[in-house]
């Protein structure tokens, strides 16, 4: 057993708490995940000094989301049993061993049962997966699997909230279909209006007016099943419930990186397949008729249009420069440096604010430094370079991810 961080008076929380996703032969569970966030549950990440055997056991039935919590390894007094109530003012009311035993048992629910109607399905690896929709707190017919999921998702969300008793919440929720239908994946979503002006509603072919945005806010696929696309699987299923409701516009909330690249990989897949924003001159910006399609059909944001515009643009500039002979710089400068401006007008635009020399020079004053008109136009040279070589940086992975080969150099 790894020893815990711990200095002489405090205990790291992250390694003090485990998560326990349980089925009916694996009680008291065998598959156990550490929380990736605990910092809105146990101050500074910190609880006080106690055994480095103590374990603080979140078991989860891995089907209906049921909650028992146990401690194991060492006595519970004085820290140890501090730790152990904030954990359990965290989680929904937590059954006995017993009583959660008892859960497993059962014959599980499906997936409409816990969630709603069945959105969709699809295969992977030879085993099937079913996707429900449900509005979140309609589901009245299982609120402890709603409570359960926002616990879960707290212990895996940097910026987890919860949710409130709002009609228009809904929840897409993926599940294995098998005798026991675990779950594999699950997002939180709301339905807002947006007013559209006449300039907004233009290039989507709309009527000036109220009309329907679909926003994920939380999304979360569980530990065992991660990095077998079950992520892009969830999104797309998003997409097609907001298609299903006549939304403009599907929104992420503050997206992590590692879930802003399963945004990239699906719109970047659904634009190449209906043949949207082609690339085109890799000199010129998307048209925004393109952009208006691109749009209408996927529901993308200004914004994420332009992202897979510039990613389609950039694998066509991969497959250029793979024409040219990596010793000729001159050649695959030549073959870059369209693009490359076009990359950085944008940025520049979009990131006017933060390279607006008044700005970069109350930076610099902060710092206690002062510059000359002339070191400030290098400053904002310098941060748009940044934020250029940020943005291929990105598009590199991606194009990897895609299975397309990056060239060495944009």
């Not at 393109?290 to 510039?310: N, S």
């Amino acid at each position: 057993m790894s020893k815990r961080a711990r200095d002489e008076t405090t205990t790291s929380a992250r390694d003090l708490v485990e998560i326990k996703l349980v089925g009916a032969e694996a009680f008291p569970g065998e598959t156990s995940f550490a929380p990736d966030y605990v910092h809105q549950i146990f101050e500074d990440e910190k609880v006080g000094d106690v055994s480095p055997e103590l374990r603080l056991e979140c078991l989860f039935n891995d089907v209906t989301l049921d909650v028992c919590l146990r401690a194991t390894g060492a006595p519970l007094r004085g820290a140890a049993e501090d730790a152990l109530y904030t954990l359990a003012g965290a989680l929904p009311t937590a059954q006995t061993e017993s009583e959660f035993a008892a859960t497993l048992q059962r014959p599980p629910p499906d997936g409409e049962a816990l969630v709603g109607p069945l959105l969709g399905e699809y295969t992977r690896g030879g085993r099937t997966f079913r996707i429900h929709c449900g509005a979140l707190h309609a589901a009245a017919q299982a609120p402890s699997f709603m409570r359960g999921l926002q616990a879960l998702m707290r212990f895996y969300i940097e910026t987890w909230s919860d949710v409130d008793e709002d009609e228009r919440w809904r929840v897409v929720a993926v599940f294995e279909a098998a005798e026991r239908p675990r779950l594999v994946a699950a997002a939180t979503i709301f339905h807002f209006q947006r007013w559209l002006t006449h300039a907004d509603a233009l290039p989507l072919q709309r009527a000036a007016g109220p009309a329907l945005v679909v926003r994920l806010c939380q999304a979360i696929v569980m530990p065992q099943f991660r990095s077998q696309g079950h992520g892009a699987q969830l999104l797309q299923a998003v997409y097609t419930h907001a298609h299903a409701e006549g939304a403009i516009e599907l929104t992420v909330e503050d997206p992590n990186p590692r879930f802003r690249m399963v945004r990239d990989v699906v719109d970047y897949r659904n634009c190449h397949s209906l043949g949207l924003l082609p690339p085109d001159s890799l000199a010129a910006a998307a048209p925004l008729e393109a952009v208006g399609e691109a749009r209408r059909k996927l529901l993308l944001t200004h914004e994420q249009a332009t992202r897979c515009h510039e990613l389609r643009q950039y694998v066509q500039l991969a497959g250029e420069l793979a024409a040219v002979d990596e010793a000729d710089t001159e050649a695959r400068e030549a073959v870059v440096k369209p693009w490359r401006l076009k990359v950085k007008r944008r940025l520049s635009r979009q990131h006017q604010e933060e390279l607006d020399p008044t700005v970069l020079a109350a930076e610099a004053e902060a710092a206690g430094e002062t510059l000359s008109a002339a070191e400030l136009v290098e400053r904002r040279k310098a941060r748009l370079e940044e934020l250029y070589e940020e943005t291929v940086g990105e598009y590199r992975l991606l194009s990897h991810r895609l299975g397309v080969a990056a060239h060495k150099k944009a």
